[in-house]
């Protein structure tokens, strides 16, 4: 379970050491042909690998065209759900870049989709999910310089991605996510602690910050910020590969093996953010009694 939010500091890959392994000791890479012993070890340790210049300025300019043309609503795919920031009111809201901080479950757009078909991601995936992959969440993260940021809700505080997914098992799932423009502290770049993934799911819930809060972003709750933390990529085209135990302008998709197998979160921590999945879902769809996280 690898905590990760979408705040600044800077360490890199290279300054976070690597253990000592031995082949037996691999929990959470597989064996394969495209990873280095040392890259392996690094992900075995720290739960995280950035591979840089992965995805071509090509690509990247194709996405971002496309996020353009969906937020002036030139294209509308089915089952997209695109996220405007708090502070803006409907009155407000116009189509436009600029109003618009993510869009997500983009599986029916066929450009968008495409990032999750690009061999240079399926080679890397495959190595943490084995051959048989299944996408499983996707999102295009935007962060404008509009009143949300100024009013910080724009964050999402440090969270297991774990926490929103009702499958396992947790080693054989893997976040892909390609920063879309050059990132650093200040315009927010993405931040994974280092060694997490090998911990436990932690207790989600809203932050206790004040001001409104963004649907959805939840945060784990006996977090007490004293842990280093590392900034795993910085240019455009980085991409970084990591567990969901342990972002301005970048694409990312979770993936996972066919061989994970869907749970039952009631009774568990998981439980809370089923709760409002399941309530958004019935408002578009209706009959919330038929429906689950799954």
Same mark, same amino acid.
Request: glycine share 6%; with cysteine; net charge negative.
């Given at each position: 379970?690898?905590?990760?939010?979408?705040?600044?500091?800077?360490?890199?890959?290279?300054?976070?050491?690597?253990?000592?392994? +031995?082949?037996?000791? &691999?929990?959470?890479?597989?064996?394969?042909?495209?990873? %280095?012993?040392?890259?392996?070890?690094?992900?075995?340790?720290?739960? &995280? $690998?950035?591979?840089?210049?992965?995805?071509?300025?090509?690509? @990247?300019?194709?996405?971002?065209?496309? *996020?353009?043309?969906?937020?002036?609503?030139?294209?509308?795919?089915?089952?997209?759900?695109?996220?405007?920031?708090?502070?803006?009111?409907?009155?407000?809201? %116009?189509?436009?870049?600029?109003?618009?901080?993510?869009?997500?479950? *983009?599986?029916?757009?066929?450009?968008?989709?495409?990032?999750?078909?690009?061999?240079? @991601?399926?080679?890397?995936?495959?190595? &943490?999910?084995?051959?048989? @992959?299944?996408?499983?969440?996707?999102?295009? @993260?935007?962060?404008?310089?509009?009143?949300?940021?100024?009013?910080?809700?724009?964050?999402?505080?440090?969270?297991?991605?774990? +926490?929103? =997914?009702? =499958?396992?098992?947790?080693?054989?799932?893997?976040?892909?996510?390609?920063?879309?423009? +050059?990132?650093?502290?200040?315009? !927010?770049?993405?931040?994974? $602690?280092?060694?997490?993934?090998?911990?436990? $799911?932690?207790?989600?819930?809203?932050?206790?910050?004040?001001?409104?809060? %963004?649907?959805? =972003?939840?945060?784990?709750?006996?977090?007490?910020?004293?842990?280093?933390?590392?900034?795993?990529?910085?240019?455009?085209?980085?991409?970084?590969? =990591?567990?969901?135990?342990?972002?301005?302008?970048?694409?990312?998709?979770? &993936?996972?093996?066919?061989?994970?197998?869907?749970?039952?979160?009631? !009774? %568990?921590?998981?439980?809370?953010?089923?709760?409002?999945?399941?309530?958004?879902?019935?408002?578009?769809? !209706?009959?919330?009694?038929?429906?689950?996280?799954?």
């Amino acid at each position: 379970v690898q905590c990760y939010v979408n705040i600044h500091t800077h360490p890199t890959t290279g300054t976070i050491a690597s253990a000592s392994f +031995h082949p037996q000791q &691999f929990q959470y890479t597989l064996d394969n042909n495209v990873l %280095t012993l040392e890259q392996r070890k690094f992900y075995e340790e720290n739960g &995280f $690998l950035v591979i840089k210049n992965l995805v071509p300025d090509a690509d @990247i300019q194709r996405f971002r065209n496309e *996020f353009e043309k969906i937020c002036r609503k030139e294209v509308k795919p089915f089952g997209l759900v695109v996220m405007r920031d708090v502070t803006i009111s409907k009155s407000e809201y %116009t189509p436009s870049e600029k109003m618009t901080t993510k869009v997500q479950d *983009f599986q029916e757009d066929k450009e968008l989709f495409r990032y999750c078909t690009l061999p240079e @991601i399926l080679k890397y995936v495959e190595c &943490f999910t084995g051959p048989n @992959i299944m996408a499983m969440h996707t999102m295009l @993260i935007n962060k404008p310089p509009d009143s949300g940021n100024c009013k910080k809700t724009s964050r999402h505080p440090l969270h297991q991605d774990l +926490h929103y =997914f009702p =499958f396992r098992p947790s080693n054989l799932i893997v976040c892909a996510w390609t920063a879309m423009e +050059h990132i650093d502290r200040n315009n !927010g770049c993405l931040v994974v $602690l280092p060694g997490t993934h090998k911990g436990s $799911l932690k207790p989600h819930d809203y932050p206790k910050w004040e001001g409104e809060l %963004t649907k959805w =972003f939840h945060g784990i709750q006996d977090y007490e910020g004293k842990q280093r933390s590392g900034a795993p990529c910085d240019g455009e085209g980085d991409t970084v590969f =990591f567990h969901p135990v342990a972002h301005p302008w970048a694409i990312s998709c979770h &993936f996972a093996s066919a061989d994970c197998h869907y749970i039952d979160v009631k !009774g %568990t921590s998981q439980e809370n953010i089923e709760k409002e999945v399941v309530g958004i879902a019935n408002k578009f769809w !209706g009959d919330e009694n038929s429906m689950d996280l799954k």
